[in-house]
């Protein structure tokens, strides 16, 4: 009954940890992690430029930052996997490390670090990019020698850190060479105590990551086992809402205000409508990320060809015969509208339901038939949502949060 007006909507990363000197502002909506490599140098060239012309942020993908995002001039989040690739090289027994002279180097180009942990649409499992679809452009990008010999695969895991205290202390080492940009993690939710361990050694060492992004399980791509695509790992509404209670119940998010919270959250996985990023924001999320759908905004068509270097849109081959229909500078504009006019449809629903920013959208607000004749809100759908800001330091809260808090049962023996 009472809408609202709102202007433009931005969430400040960073800004509520003071060891953050560069804290980012980011728009609601934002380009997703997809790499140069698995992408050609076109689309990507369009998609940091169509970010650049729209004012949002684009995400690399752990191949690295290329010559083309940085043409591209669009703020840049770097994207950190298991391989290094951009910072990282070789050993002497030929496994990725991490070398943090080269991270230092390249920090100087982004706005933001994120190290994925894992990916929604393959769960520990690491990248893979066939070496039909390397050049030299792309071994200059990953630090990779030429010729390439071998497909370029990425390990399962790091190698920088095994356990979450390594992992914090590895969460700092980057804020520090980075000059004090926000560095924060990115994984799909698997089992909850993984996550709640993570919590537990963010209070302990008192380093804790500036945002997270939580991918959900229906995330795609073209280098997932199809056995592990839609089937290993959780799905974004529960993986998104579960993360964001943790954090509320131990004093990292504020539910009321979210825009005073110690971590910030950023939802990935089918992000397409102003709708589905107000579902997002009503489940924790500040921020959101898209991949599949700027793809669409690029000319994909779905041709399920991005593993063969033959996609006949040029987005996903490096053969220069079929990236050579796609014009960047056209493409760019449709990026970038594609951005404005689907975050112009989440704030026109921010206005129906009547809030006066981003930070104040709450569960309660979406509502969802669960029966003939019967509905209910998301807070009553999600009953762990209900958990009060700090009580898990209490051992307070809802039961199945409570459950994941206690680490005593053996299940996450194995990585602590």
Same mark, same amino acid.
């Given at each position: ?100 002279? @080269? ?283 209900? @958990? ?29």
């Amino acid at each position: 009954m009472y809408p609202t007006h709102l202007g433009e909507q931005r969430v400040t990363i960073g800004a509520n940890n003071p060891l953050v000197k560069q804290p980012y502002t980011s728009s609601l909506l934002n380009i997703s992690a997809m790499s140069y490599g698995a992408l050609s140098d076109r689309a990507i060239l369009a998609l940091s430029s169509g970010a650049k012309l729209g004012g949002f942020s684009h995400n690399t993908g752990e191949g690295g930052v290329s010559r083309f995002h940085k043409e591209g001039g669009g703020d840049l989040v770097w994207n950190i996997g298991t391989a290094y690739f951009g910072c990282g090289d070789f050993d002497k027994d030929g496994k990725r490390v991490f070398d943090p002279v @080269v991270f230092e180097e390249n920090s100087q180009y982004v706005k933001m670090i994120e190290i994925k942990l894992s990916q929604g649409a393959k769960p520990a499992h690491g990248g893979m990019l066939p070496k039909e679809k390397i050049t030299p452009l792309i071994a200059e990008a990953r630090n990779l020698p030429w010729p390439v010999e071998h497909d370029c695969n990425s390990p399962p895991q790091h190698s920088a850190f095994s356990n979450p205290y390594e992992l914090c202390a590895f969460i700092a080492q980057l804020r520090d060479l980075s000059g004090g940009k926000p560095v924060g993690i990115k994984l799909c939710i698997g089992q909850p105590e993984e996550f709640t361990a993570l919590v537990h050694a963010f209070i302990e060492t008192g380093n804790h990551p500036d945002f997270i992004t939580v991918d959900g399980g229906e995330g795609g791509t073209g280098a997932a086992p199809p056995e592990f695509s839609n089937s290993i790992g959780t799905p974004l509404t529960e993986g998104l809402s579960f993360v964001h209670a943790v954090l509320v119940g131990t004093g990292f998010r504020d539910p009321k205000d979210k825009s005073k919270s110690k971590i910030a959250l950023v939802a990935s996985g089918r992000m397409l409508t102003g709708i589905s990023l107000f579902r997002s924001f009503v489940l924790g999320a500040d921020v959101c990320c898209a991949a599949r759908s700027f793809l669409f905004s690029l000319g994909c068509i779905q041709a399920l060809k991005c593993n063969t270097n033959t996609c006949p849109t040029g987005i996903t081959t490096q053969n220069p015969d079929l990236c050579f229909g796609l014009d960047p500078a056209s493409k760019r504009v449709r990026v970038a509208n594609f951005q404005r006019e689907t975050v112009k449809a989440c704030i026109e629903v921010m206005e129906a339901a009547g809030v006066d920013s981003w930070a104040k959208i709450h569960p309660a607000l979406l509502v969802k038939r669960t029966a003939i004749g019967q509905s209910r809100d998301y807070k009553e759908i999600y009953a762990h949502l209900q @958990v009060k800001q700090g009580e898990l330091l209490e051992n307070k809260g809802p039961q199945r949060l409570l459950e994941a808090w206690d680490l005593e049962d053996g299940i996450i023996s194995r990585v602590v």
